[in-house]
Nanobody, 123 residues
Framework: QVQLAESGGGLVQAGGSLRLSCAAS????????MGWFRQAPGKERVFVAG????????YYADSVKGRFTISRDSAKNTVYLQMNSLKPDDTAVYYC????????????????WGQGTQVTVSS
């Protein structure tokens, strides 16, 4: 069993910043990509960003490019999402996920979801 624990969400004004963290634990072995998704009220869960084990390859949704940065510390099984220039449209529950194929792209099969952390951006 793999557990993912997200933290760092909260309430922030538009233009502000937040940093999300997600730590993986349990029966997780080998190299794997990690990523972030988000789900706004009444909408489907969508890909936000992904990063491979080495950190060399990263992927971003068009809506967050230039504002969000994904990074990871593989020694700590932890992935981060630095979110700058936040907008009200970024309001959502943010979920961490693992890609065992280590590709990290939006189209891969992501598994081992966390419980999510709420991010609310006020205007």
């Amino acid at each position: 069993q793999v557990q993912l624990a997200e933290s760092g969400g909260g309430l922030v004004q538009a233009g502000g910043s937040l940093r999300l963290s997600c730590a993986a634990s349990g029966r997780i072995f080998g190299t794997y990509a990690m990523g972030w998704f988000r789900q706004a009220p009444g909408k489907e869960r969508v890909f936000v960003a992904g990063v491979t084990w080495s950190g060399r390859m990263t992927y971003y949704a068009d809506s967050v490019k230039g504002r969000f940065t994904i990074s990871r510390d593989s020694a700590k099984n932890t992935v981060y999402l630095q979110m700058n220039s936040l907008k009200p449209d970024d309001t959502a529950v943010y979920y961490c996920a693992v890609d065992n194929s280590n590709r990290g792209a939006p189209s891969v099969s992501w598994g081992y979801w966390g419980q999510g952390t709420q991010v609310t951006v006020s205007s």
